[in-house]
């Protein structure tokens, strides 16, 4: 019979800690979800050269310092350095169906990743996009 008590008593608990793990997580709310898409939308809208970045990301560093040697100064926005940065990854994710930094907007066009912003520096596309002479570009 004590065993028995037991475990009902384990299962019980079991139970209990499943719902207070449950309850502390949770996803993001429809209207953080929505939130974090009317920044993107407006933020992508209201700037020439947006990059969507971490600030430890090797990759999204490659890409900022391609505007750098266009004297360009792009609006970027850290994500792991705002509370809705995740929110934000999301909405991106949704938008163009990556989840990974960095991504590169300009003129609300949608350029890519960081490999994606170097070919098109490289190519010339990138100046040609920004309405600006470059003569000479190192590689990256």
């Not at 793990?21 to 700037?47: D, G, Q, R, Y």
């Not at 430890?56 to 809705?84: G, I, M, S, W």
């Not at 949608?110 to 003569?135: C, F, P, Q, R």
Request: with cysteine; net charge negative; hydrophobic share 40%.
């Amino acid at each position: 019979m004590a065993a028995r008590v037991r475990a009902s008593s384990i299962f019980a608990a079991t139970a209990t800690l499943a719902m207070i793990a449950a309850a502390s997580f949770s996803w993001p709310s429809a209207s953080a979800a929505s939130t974090a898409s009317t920044f993107v939308k407006e933020t992508i809208k209201s700037h020439q050269i947006v990059i969507f970045s971490k600030s430890y990301c090797p990759y999204c560093r490659r890409a900022k310092a391609v505007f750098k040697e266009l004297n360009q100064t792009p609006y970027v926005v850290e994500l792991d350095e705002r509370d809705d940065g995740q929110d934000i990854q999301a909405a991106l994710g949704q938008l163009v169906g990556k989840r990974t930094v960095p991504q590169v907007f300009i003129n609300g066009k949608h350029i890519g990743g960081s490999d994606d912003t170097v070919e098109a520096y490289e190519s010339g596309e990138l100046a040609k996009l920004l309405g600006i002479d470059v003569d000479e570009k190192e590689e990256m």
